[in-house]
């Protein structure tokens, strides 16, 4: 039998809002490239481990605060 994959559900518009930062200035104190902002700027965005923690320690927050694992449908209540 095959499990569903667990969905991500991105945190970050809403702590960028928060804290008052653009994508742009979030761009800046990561290194990151301009193509990877704008991926991360999508719902389902799922990066990887060191773009999270770089992420995360751009503002100040821990992986799990900017990204949560939602559980699977059949572990729902």
Known sequence: MHRASR???????????????????????????????ARLRTPGANPRLAVAERVAAALGVTIEDAWQLLPRPEEAP
């Open 7 to 37: 969905v991500v559900e991105n945190r970050l518009d809403p702590l960028l809002a928060a804290r008052g930062i653009p994508w742009r200035e979030l761009g800046r104190r990561t290194l990151l490239p301009a193509r990877q902002i």
